[in-house]
């Protein structure tokens, strides 16, 4: 390396490329972990948030997937524990325009760099994500590999990615053992398909909170004379989980039960509806919302690739009982499914996440829907 | 809910003039507005007594008020036009403060008008910081501790139980006028009476200071049915205790976790709902503790502000327009994002760039000010760049403000700090100071630490570190050129990151100590030029059908190709004094026009204020700074996206000041359009100006060109003293002196040598010039505009009404001329067709001129818009700049006339009177008199039948409302005597009493003008002092004029003092003679209020033939409404010109 060759900041670090599963290239720095054998993979998917970079890396939903940030600089308040959305990131890596290097927070612990390299995670750095965004926006999403291997190399590996399709993630990012948290008056038992801990955070203040892993049976939670069921978020494709579905198909109607995000598809599946894939999903802590009973508007945080078929809803509605299974809430960018009610199963799913971490708090009100609809059914 | 039916006319309140705190943005807000409402269906009335706005173009509102603002104008307005509502969250505070007035003087009530977006009741919660306080109490959110005052006595009182250091805000004021930081009892006292007197309402916060925290802004919208969102969230680079206007801000915010900023959300919707702004955008400021993230409400402002404009355009949220549409009752979720044109305006914009806002201040024209910053907000403009990273955008930012400034320091200025020892640097990077981020650097750079730095000035561990990635990377490339490596080394990566890092190719030169062009070359051959990305909303998620793009350097380029021609207008940078929004007028003017004759048109500019920065404005915005890199490398992207018949068609740098202007040379010649670069040049050119002058027969006042001090001796010699003394190459008179004797000659020009030294001090290539200064002469502007065939309009002759010697722009002009005869309005006309012709002028030239005993000289011409064209339209009906652009670009005015662009000048039934508008109010301790230095922010316009009612509409739009009755105090000089001696009469027959010094006073009383009261100069013993007499309250107007020959600073007392108890001064005897006309004329009639439509649409009763667009001003007899051609109502003494002796 020449003189000039070592100017930049990110010239300061490694060179590596970014390779899509379509061929398109993108030179960067590689950063944070280095990737087993030179190469990290998965399917790559984008972020829209301006802060929340933490929540994000370590949501389970990102299982199988590396995370593009859009907004260029990714770390500048450092990491904290108290922000870990999960034991330990579940992605398979970051892609940013700009990694910081120093924080600035009092809530800092530790810089992002260092917790990525801690926890293992690659990531690549100095990428035109806006390019990179755009692609994505234009041709899906799609696998991706990165890392130090030769462009060839590394154009093998983002095509030999599955992608999420038809496969089951939530086995590798579910508790392997039921317990408890809270002690609060109800009874909530958490089915962890990836759940976050905002989402646990919150219904512990009203509730004994008792997770179990995504494979615990219907029997086993009834067993545990449970006031409701939060079915948690989790990642990739719901139409894999079949033994989930049938799980939650035993539930609904006995016990009110709250599904986020993939918990919510595994509802409507349950509830006779189907689910298919979005081009490039939503990542993002801007999308609106509407509440159909209100027409309020809700700013809303999101992360999923897959939503479930409005028209398939008609036939669940169908199945469902006199009440029927109702649209509650609607994206008003691209007119997605976001919230279902089966109102004589006293059943609620959404597909976005009203714990909202990261992102804004619009929705948190679900959370005392959930409470009273667990109070009623105890009284 | 969709549009609300029940309403049929909307009243819009503008902002008025351009002043500090409150800039062009409200032309922007207000002008979305008016074409939002407009395009609803509804009857827009707009009022505005600013005419250099786009908004009182005639064809945005139905009926558009040049009138000023003020609450028995405006009832008047609203007696006439009958409207349903008035939208008043769109006019800055001015606007704000209107609407209160017109409810509690129960106007509003009386004529069953409508507020809507905010109530009186919110207006009152948010500004009133009593109840601001008690509200926030009320939802938990904490805010400094503080108690409120209404006496000096409650201050000191609330001062003690609260402790120092303590801030004091008066209540109801704009851009922290009056506020200030007290660390003990007697800076306390000071301030708080300082801010007593700011506040409307007597009334001061006095509050615990928390300076040093850092400092946040949210904008926030709400609308009908209580959505709420977040447009963006801006960060500020100062910590808590400099104004946010004068603050350098980042947004979006850059060091808050998710968890802080989700709770700072929540308070933001919180504070909004308490306030209860119904409907419309919001600014609510935080502070928090970098320590433990403690946070606290500073303000909110329950109106459209100058944040909301930069939230605007940082993030393509078209704040204004939305606020206009939620006022009249949609939801946010019924209005669609312009940019995507699928997803709708109910969601929060994310950015995946850094946007940083730069103010620039004007502290070289305010001698005497420090230039310190603080709580009050000093800076007259600012500037806005966006770059993928905050490195990137901030050393944009920095070379759009135009002081010479090639990024973050690597350039000549940088050696300043060179010199100073390591403490100074760290002393000056602790100050809040225009100067303190390139001290920052520089202390960096010395290797002083980031956490030194965090503890003396406050700012923020991550934008220090940012800053110290700048300085390394240049410390990496130093060593480079140290060993002999030229820009031809740099690879293909070097240069990107480099780019990415936002360093110049002029920063490169430095470094490489070679040539800009070298540098170019080298990273041309390297093959990287910057990529151009889109302003979105939405952070690429969605496709945007908005061309608004920024430059940085990236793989992929998203200009998309054209088959059109296009025409590239490069705008006119930061707002400043001597170059405001009247050059954004004309350069949005030319867009308007040319798209309209079916280019397609390209905006260049980097000033967020502006209506030219509006993605709707033209067709491509490169939100870009005016440099020679950066304005070549977007007619490079340009002309590489041109397909098929697409090609540049044209580069216009004439409308937008001297900022363009100066870019001329770095344009292909084949580009340019308009008047040869040539032709400017030869204006430009004392000798060769002089020369043209000659051939053509019109006398200058002679003078000569000098680069030394004995030069310009000989050359005051032999024209004569006075001389008028000031650089080439000038803006806004920056640096001119009227100069008596060879001792202070000899100041000057040393002076200015030293002044100009950052740019190589005075030399033969940059002279300064020595020119005979023609006294009491009547000063005339001129614009016209000439075509390629030679044909010349007349677009509009201004008569000032202060001498010749108070810069143009600071003197108020009248149109049509009013003591000029028909001869001598022909001699100038001549004259302006004769220069234009000579110069080959196409588009625009201003031409401007001295008139003593009917006698013209020709003072300079410039080939170029002029801060007056927007007066001028405004006056005359005619769209000059729209005229000038399509004349640019080859139309002829025989095409423009038959198309109806041109027409004849509505005249013969009014007077347009110009004043400016003056920022000392900010500045106390400086002197208000008016010289030839340009000190004005911004203009004014009163309209009516008489010179001296307009005249009287033009003082009160300034905020100089002239007294019906009481006490007129004269000071002025012997020169003046025989003049004063007029005034006075003039005075004393309105029944004014007569209050003089001494001198003065023998004078009056000799001729037979009563004094009552007879006021000492300083110094001297007996009677009271002029300062003690104005301050308490028993004198109603000044009339002082400077003493002697000498420096003219003589009397500031007695001005300072008028400018503390907020006592009309007028520092000329045309003023003040002007004045007497105007009260005369006001007292005689009642107020009268008439639309511009009515003015120019009537039909006209006699059309006027050939070009003449301009009323045939001086043969005429007086206008019939108004005036009888009073004979006092005429300025500058006998008809036919002419000078009193």
């Known amino acids: ?379 | 809910m969709p549009r609300r039916d029940d309403i049929e006319s909307i009243l819009v309140i503008g902002s008025g003039p351009i002043v500090i705190g409150q800039a062009c943005e409200f032309d922007y807000s207000g002008t979305q507005a008016c074409r939002v409402l407009r395009s609803e269906g509804y009857r827009v009335v707009l009022a505005n007594s600013n005419p250099a706005t786009i908004m009182t173009d005639p064809g945005l509102a139905d009926r558009t008020y040049v009138e000023p603002l003020d609450v028995e104008v405006l009832a008047a307005v609203i007696e006439r036009e009958r409207p349903d509502a008035l939208l008043a969250t769109l006019g800055g505070q001015t606007a704000l403060n209107l609407a209160v007035g017109l409810y509690d003087a129960g106007v509003l009530d009386a004529f069953g008008v409508q507020l809507i977006g905010a109530s009186v009741e919110a207006i009152h919660t948010a500004e009133d910081r009593d109840k601001f306080k008690a509200a926030m109490g009320e939802i938990g959110l904490e805010v400094p501790a503080s108690g409120f005052a209404h006496s000096l006595e409650e201050a000191m009182d609330a001062g003690e139980e609260i402790g120092f250091p303590i801030m004091v805000r008066p209540s109801f004021i704009l851009g922290g006028a009056g506020t200030g930081t007290a660390r003990d009892r007697d800076a306390l006292a000071r301030i708080a009476a300082e801010g007593l007197a700011a506040s409307p309402v007597h009334q001061v916060l006095v509050e615990r200071s928390i300076a040093g925290w850092k400092e946040f802004e949210l904008e926030v919208m709400r609308d009908g049915a209580d959505n709420c969102v977040v447009v963006c969230s801006i960060e500020n680079l100062d910590p808590m205790g400099v104004h946010t206007g004068d603050s350098i801000t980042v947004a979006p915010a850059q060091t808050l976790s998710d968890p802080e900023y989700q709770a700072m959300r929540d308070d933001a919707f919180a504070c909004i709902r308490r306030v209860g702004v119904e409907t419309g955008g919001s600014n609510i400021q935080f502070a928090v503790d970098p320590a433990g993230g403690r946070r606290m409400v500073i303000e909110m402002n329950p109106r459209v502000s100058r944040s909301s404009a930069l939230a605007s355009k940082a993030t393509g949220f078209p704040i204004a327009k939305i606020a206009a549409r939620l006022a009249v009752g949609y939801r946010l979720d019924e209005v669609v994002n312009d940019i995507t044109g699928a997803t709708p305006a109910s969601f929060e914009p994310t950015i995946d760039y850094v946007v940083t806002k730069i103010p620039r201040w004007a502290f070289e024209k305010l001698p005497g000010a420090p230039e310190n910053l603080g709580t009050r907000m000093q800076s007259v403009g600012e500037v806005m760049a966006i770059g993928r990273t905050f490195p990137e955008s901030l050393q944009k930012a920095l070379r759009s403000l135009e002081q010479g400034r090639a990024g973050l320091n690597a350039d000549r200025a940088e050696e300043a700090y060179s010199s100073m020892d390591t403490s100074e640097l760290v002393r000056l990077a602790a100050e809040p100071a225009p100067e303190r981020v390139f001290a920052l650097e520089a202390a960096i750079r010395r290797g002083v630490s980031v956490e030194e730095l965090v503890e003396v000035s406050g700012v923020d561990p991550w934008f220090l570190d940012q800053i110290a990635i700048v300085a390394a990377e240049r410390g990496r490339l130093e060593e480079l050129a140290s060993s002999g490596a030229g820009p031809e080394d740099l690879g293909t990566r070097a240069w990107r990151e480099l780019k990415r890092l936002g360093f110049s190719d002029a920063q490169l030169a430095w470094l490489f100590r070679c040539g800009e062009e070298r540098v170019r070359a080298a990273r041309r051959a390297a093959g990287v030029r910057p990529t151009y990305k889109t302003v979105d909303t939405c952070g690429a998620e969605f496709e945007a059908h908005t061309p608004y793009h920024y430059s940085t350097y990236e793989d992929e380029d998203e200009v998309e190709p054209s088959g059109r021609e296009r025409v590239v207008i490069l705008g006119s940078g930061p707002n400043r004094i001597g170059q405001g929004i009247e050059f954004d007028y004309c350069c949005v003017h030319a867009s308007l026009a040319l798209k309209e004759a079916g280019y397609e048109t390209v905006m260049v500019n980097c000033n967020p204020e502006t209506v030219s920065t509006d993605y709707d404005t033209s067709d491509r915005l490169y939100f870009e700074p005016l440099t020679v890199e950066s304005v070549q490398d977007i007619l490079e992207a340009e002309t590489m996206a041109s397909r098929g018949a697409g090609r540049v068609a044209g580069v216009i740098v004439t409308l937008g000041g001297q900022t363009p202007l100066k870019l001329a040379n770095a344009i292909p010649a084949a580009m340019l359009v308009g008047t040869p670069a040539a032709s400017i040049d030869l204006a430009e050119d004392r000798e060769r100006w002089s020369e043209l002058c000659r051939e053509l027969g019109i006398e200058q006042p002679p003078g000569a060109s000098v680069s030394t001090v004995d030069e310009a001796l000989e050359a005051a010699a032999s024209v004569g003293y006075p001389v008028l003394v000031r650089p080439s190459y000038v803006l806004g008179g920056r640096a001119m002196e009227i100069v008596y004797d060879d001792a202070r000659l000899r100041e000057v020009v040393r002076d200015l040598d030293r002044a100009l030294r950052r740019e190589g001090g005075v030399s033969a290539d940059r002279p300064v010039l020595v020119d005979r200064f023609v006294e009491d002469a009547i000063e005339v502007d001129v614009d016209a505009v000439r075509d390629e065939g030679g044909e010349v309009l007349i677009a509009g002759i201004m008569e000032h009404v202060e001498e010749a010697g108070v810069h143009s722009g600071d003197s108020a002009c009248a149109l049509p001329p009013q003591t000029l005869g028909a001869g001598v309005v022909a001699e100038l006309e001549t004259h302006t067709r004769a220069i234009a012709e000579a110069l080959g002028v196409v588009g625009l030239v201003n031409v401007q001129f001295a008139v003593r005993d009917s006698h013209v000289y020709v003072l300079e011409a410039n080939p170029r818009a002029s801060r007056t064209v927007p007066f001028v339209a405004k006056a005359t009906g005619v769209p000059v700049a729209m005229v000038a652009a399509r004349v640019m670009l080859g139309a002829s005015l025989r095409d423009l006339r038959e198309e109806g662009l041109v027409r004849p000048a509505s005249g013969g039934g009014h007077v347009s009177v110009k004043e400016a508008v003056l920022p000392f109010a900010r500045f106390p301790g400086i002197d208000t008199l008016l010289g030839p230095e340009m000190r004005s922010t911004g203009e004014v316009m009163g309209i009516a039948g008489s010179f001296g009612l307009a005249f009287a509409k033009s003082q009160i739009a300034a905020g100089n409302r002239l007294p019906d009755r009481g006490t007129v105090f004269f000071s002025v000089a012997d020169r003046d005597k025989e003049a004063g001696l007029q005034v006075a009469r003039s005075f004393r027959d309105l029944g004014f009493t007569i209050a003089a010094t001494s001198g003065t006073a023998a004078y009056l009383e000799a001729n037979g003008i009563a004094v009552e009261t007879l006021v000492a100069k300083v110094g001297e013993p007996g009677a009271p002092g002029a300062v003690d007499l104005i301050a308490s309250g028993k004198v109603q107007l000044v009339v002082n004029t400077p003493r002697g020959r000498g420096p003219r600073a003589d009397g500031a007392h007695i001005r300072s003092a008028a400018l503390a108890n907020q006592v009309p001064c007028l520092t000329t005897l045309p003023a003040a003679r002007a004045a007497a006309a105007g009260i005369a004329d006001w007292r005689n009639h009642a107020l009268e209020v008439r639309s511009l439509q009515e003015y120019h649409l009537q039909p006209q009763p006699q059309p006027e033939s050939g070009s003449q667009a301009q009323p045939e001003s001086g043969s005429q007899p007086q206008p019939q409404s108004g005036s009888q051609a009073q004979p006092e109502v005429r300025l500058g003494g006998a008809p036919g010109g002419g000078t009193p002796a």
Not at chain 1, 287 to 307: F, L, M
Request: proline content about 6%.
């Open chain 1, 1 to 379: 390396m020449t003189a000039a060759e070592r100017l930049g900041v990110a010239g300061q670090r490694p060179e590596g490329l970014l390779v899509l599963a379509d061929g398109e290239v993108f030179e960067g720095y590689l950063a944070g972990a280095p990737p087993r054998g030179g190469t990290a993979t998965g399917e790559l998917v984008f972020n829209t948030v301006l802060s929340g970079y933490q929540e994000v890396v370590t949501d389970p939903s990102y299982a199988g997937q590396v995370v593009a940030f859009t907004y260029p600089h990714i770390g500048n308040y450092g990491t904290t524990p108290e922000d870990d959305e999960s034991r330990r990131p579940f992605c398979r890596g970051v892609v940013v325009r700009e990694l910081a290097g120093r924080p600035s927070s009092w809530r800092s612990h530790e810089a992002l760099e260092a917790f990525l390299v801690r926890h293992g995670v690659p990531a690549i750095t100095g990428v035109d994500t806006r390019r990179l965004t755009r692609h994505v926006r234009d041709e899906g999403a799609m696998g991706c590999a990165f890392g130090s291997s030769s462009e060839a190399d590394l154009r093998a590996a983002a095509r030999a990615e599955p992608g999420t399709t038809g496969r089951d993630l939530v086995s590798e990012v579910t508790t392997d053992r039921v317990y408890e948290r809270g002690s609060g008056p109800l009874r909530l038992v958490v089915y962890d398909f990836g759940a976050k801990e905002t989402m646990l955070r919150l219904a512990e203040a009203f509730a004994t909170v008792t997770v179990v892993p995504a494979g615990f049976a219907a029997d086993d939670a009834l067993s545990l004379d449970p006031d409701g069921i939060l079915l948690s978020n989790g990642p990739g494709d719901p139409a894999a989980l079949e033994a989930q579905s049938a799980t939650v198909s035993d539930l609904v109607g006995k016990v009110p039960v709250l599904g986020i995000c993939l918990g919510h598809q595994l509802l409507a599946q349950a509830l006779g509806a189907t689910t298919y894939k979005l081009p490039f999903g939503h990542h993002g802590g801007n999308h609106p919302v509407r509440r159909i009973d209100t027409g309020a508007v809700e700013i809303t945080s999101q992360n999923h690739n897959y939503a479930v078929d409005p028209a398939s809803l008609t036939r669940a509605s169908q199945l469902a009982g006199p009440l029927g299974v109702e649209v509650t809430h609607v994206n008003l960018n691209d007119g997605v499914v976001e919230g279902i009610r089966a109102r004589s199963a006293r059943a609620l799913g959404l597909q976005y996440h009203p714990e909202a971490g990261p992102g804004p708090h619009d929705a948190r009100y679900v959370f005392a829907e959930l409470e009273a609809m667990m109070s009623a059914g105890r009284s």
